[in-house]
């Protein structure tokens, strides 16, 4: 419930996620119960942090291949430039080295320059760039791929 309210504050922010649609409880449902699948088969690592028992942000990495994982980061509008984004991805990061997972990787709009910026911060750099990939209040925006090895 609390990660619906969360997503659905960006999608209100029309933030630069991939997300545009509001998501129902139900497809929350349906989303988590793959993800604790995916937790308890050891594929996902994923953390949140919360405020006065609120879901303020929200990073996960999930394995898309063997060695390969794939992250993701949500940090609600009111609490960001706090460093929670930068810490939230350290400990996924750190996380995913303990498991043996060395190649992470990541898409993001290439307007998106919270995210770029903090993204370059921790070593990541960009691999790919798709373009014209979104379309969002009548202009296309470019999709980049970042990729960081340890
Ligand atoms: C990207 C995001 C997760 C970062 O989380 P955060 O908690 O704000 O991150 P931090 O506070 O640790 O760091 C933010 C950095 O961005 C920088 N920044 C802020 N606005 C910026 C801008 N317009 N251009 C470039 N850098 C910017 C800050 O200065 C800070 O960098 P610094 O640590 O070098 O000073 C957050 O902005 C967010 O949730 N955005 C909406 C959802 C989203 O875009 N998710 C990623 C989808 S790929």
Redesign the pocket.
């Known amino acids: 419930m609390s990660f619906t309210v969360l997503i659905n504050s960006?999608v209100a922010e029309k933030?630069?996620?991939a997300c545009t649609e509001k998501v129902t409880v139900e497809s929350e449902h349906k989303w988590l119960t793959q993800h604790i699948k995916s937790l308890e088969q050891d594929r996902s690592i994923s953390i949140i942090a919360e405020v006065n028992g609120e879901v303020i942000?929200s990073s996960d990495m999930h394995i898309q291949q063997e060695g390969k994982g794939i992250v993701?980061?949500?940090?609600k509008k009111q609490?960001?430039?706090?460093?929670?984004?930068?810490?939230m991805l350290k400990v996924i990061i750190s996380q995913a080295n303990q498991r043996g997972i060395k190649r992470l990787k990541?898409?993001?709009l290439a307007t998106?320059?919270?995210?770029i910026?903090?993204y370059t911060?921790l070593g990541f750099i960009e691999t790919q760039r798709i373009s014209k990939q979104h379309f969002r209040d009548g202009q296309y925006i470019d999709e980049i791929i970042m990729e960081r090895i340890s």
């Open positions: 960006l933030a630069q996620i942000a993701g980061i949500i940090v609490f960001r430039n706090l460093g929670i984004g930068t810490h990541l898409q993001v998106n320059n919270p995210a910026h903090t911060k």
